[in-house]
Structure formats: structure tokens, C-alpha cells
């Protein structure tokens, strides 16, 4: 017994491609130049495609009336091959600015009856003006905000520049210097140290108790602060604070700034930087590496943090 066999297949025009490129450039480039302001045009009355559609057809394929008197609707799939390909022709000079939109949308509304005066067109224009005196709020907005900028350009560039090197000097010293300072010389140090807040001393001083070949994590600092200091700090339980607290270390290597990461094991901040963008994050890993402490292949540190913060006769002082 024979099978009947069914098959679906898609006809296809010869005008398909004249089609689809009028349809993307009414439905897509206008609006988005119109969006943008493009300077193709010195202004734009319309915005939305369905305008485009109106101000092309009228007067590439009405010409002397709007277009639905000449063609049925919908445009797009009656119109004939000169009528697509006139309606193509004008919307790229509307794009490259040769044909002038604003007489052409004036043009398309008269043929309607519809004048400038009329109740549409003020309502366009209403709109148009309030866009643009936003816009000119705006720049000069912006125009401020550059000023004020450019203003203190030249102090926030001397106090990067004057981080950046503080930072690549500790980076030398870190290379260059072995960490042969006693413990408690350099606990003695930071006690005494009166340029520190109370908090930051404590920071550094938790710091020096994480062993070599471990690592620690910001969060666990401050979990570690939180509950050894004995009055509460305005940053307790904060761990970016912690990150503020040992930027610039003063007391590296002896305190050890390089073993903390950060919570969800990834390298986490050194040398003014944070994260595998950091400029000195190969420095933090090499020196981790050294004291045995490995990283699995996605960049996280392999096994838990250290965190036997325990209270001690330097962090009573602070």
C-alpha cells in the first residue's frame, strides 16, 4: 500500500530581499540615529518606525497623496519592485542626510491634512523642545562635573603617584629584604606607632599571628577583631575595612599582608589592587608559593583559613 507522503514548502519572492531591507531600515537604523541624535539630520521630528513608515511611503510612493490611496495595506508586502525600491532609496538619504527629514514629515502631514498648526504636530514639537532642553541640561551638567574634575586632577594625581610608589617600594623591600625582625620588635613597633588609628594596630597586630604557610581571610579578621577587641570599633565585623587597615603596610615582610585572601578563596588585594587584575597579584601568589601554600587550577587557594585569632598582651595595649 503506497504512503502519502506530505511536504511543507516555503514560497519564496523574487521581492523578498527588497522587502526585508526596507523593513530594518524603517524599523531599526531611523529609530536608533533618531534615538542617538545623529547628526545626519539637524533635527528629528519623529522617533518611532511607524512615522518612518508614514514620511517615506507618502513621499516615495503616495507623492501626491498619502501612500494608502496608491497602495494596499500593508505596504511591505504590496507594494511593487520601483515602489520598494523608491521607498529604500529615500530612507538611506534620510540616513546619509541628503533628504531632509523634517521637510519630508512636514511634506507627509500636509498631503493628510494635517498642518504644523495642527494638533499632532504641536504635540511633536512640544516633545522635541522639552528633549532638548533636557539635553542641554545635561551637557551642561556634565560640562560642571568636568570642570570639578579637572580641578583636583592634579592632587588625586600626585597622591596615586605617591601610593604607586610606597607600593612598589614595599614590593622591593618584601623581594630584596629577608623578614629577620623579631615578632615582638615589630608588635612593639606597631603598638607605639601613633600615626595609626586603634584599629588599624589591631588589624596588623592580628596579622603577625597567622603562621607561615597559611593563609587567612579578610572576613575572618574581622570576625577575629570583632570578638578579641575589648570595645567595640566603628568597623568591627567589617572586612573591607580590614583591606583599608593593611593597605600600604609599613611593617611588611615581618607582618605578613600577603596571607590574607579573600573569603571565597581568590587572591584578593595587595599593593593598592585588588583581584587577578591587580597588578602585583603575581607578587602575592610568588610569595605564597614560597611559603607553601598551593592554588588549585581555577586560582583558589587549596584547604580552609587560619583563624586562631587569640587575644594577647598587644592587642590589650591598643
Not at 147 to 174: E, H, P, S
Not at 235 to 256: D, L, Q
Not at 285 to 299: A, Q, T
Amino acid at each position: 500500500m503506497a504512503t502519502r507522503t506530505h511536504t511543507s514548502t516555503t514560497t519564496s519572492s523574487p521581492l523578498d530581499p527588497l522587502r526585508t531591507r526596507y523593513t530594518y531600515l524603517t524599523k531599526h537604523t531611523l529609530p536608533a540615529l533618531a534615538r542617538s541624535r545623529a547628526p545626519c539630520q539637524p533635527t528629528w521630528p519623529v522617533h518611532l518606525d511607524h512615522c518612518f513608515m508614514r514620511i517615506i511611503l507618502d513621499n516615495a510612493v503616495g507623492v501626491s497623496g498619502p501612500w494608502g490611496d496608491v497602495v494596499k495595506a500593508p505596504a511591505t508586502r504590496n507594494m511593487t519592485r520601483q515602489q520598494l525600491e523608491s521607498a529604500i532609496a529615500l530612507g538611506e538619504k534620510l540616513v546619509d542626510g541628503t533628504a531632509d527629514l523634517r521637510e519630508l514629515d512636514e511634506r507627509s502631514l500636509s498631503l493628510r491634512g494635517t498642518t504644523k498648526q495642527g494638533k499632532k504636530a504641536t504635540e511633536e514639537e512640544q516633545r522635541a523642545k522639552k528633549n532638548d532642553r533636557m539635553r542641554e541640561w545635561r551637557r551642561n551638567r556634565r560640562r560642571e562635573q568636568m570642570d570639578a574634575i579637572w580641578a583636583g586632577a592634579a592632587v588625586w594625581d600626585k597622591k596615586q603617584r605617591d601610593q604607586d610608589a610606597k607600593a612598589r617600594d614595599l614590593l622591593i623591600k618584601m623581594r630584596t629584604e629577608p623578614s629577620d625582625e623579631p615578632l615582638d620588635q615589630a608588635r612593639n613597633r606597631i603598638a607605639l606607632d601613633k600615626s595609626m588609628t586603634p584599629f588599624r594596630k589591631r588589624t596588623l597586630l592580628l596579622l603577625t599571628q597567622v603562621p607561615r604557610g597559611h593563609h587567612t581571610t579578610y572576613k575572618a579578621m574581622a570576625a577575629g577583631i570583632s570578638r578579641l577587641s575589648d570595645e567595640e570599633t566603628p568597623a568591627s565585623g567589617c572586612a573591607r575595612a580590614i583591606g583599608f587597615a593593611m593597605r600600604n603596610n609599613p611593617f611588611a615582610p615581618t607582618v605578613p599582608c600577603h596571607r590574607v585572601l579573600a573569603a571565597d578563596g581568590k587572591i584578593g588585594g595587595f599593593g593598592g589592587d585588588w583581584g587577578e587584575e591587580g597588578r602585583f597579584v603575581g607578587e602575592k601568589r610568588r610569595l605564597l608559593k614560597e611559603e607553601g601554600v598551593r592554588f588549585d587550577g581555577k586560582g583558589k587557594v587549596v584547604g580552609a583559613p587560619w583563624e586562631g585569632f587569640e587575644t594577647d598582651m598587644w592587642i590589650k595595649s591598643v
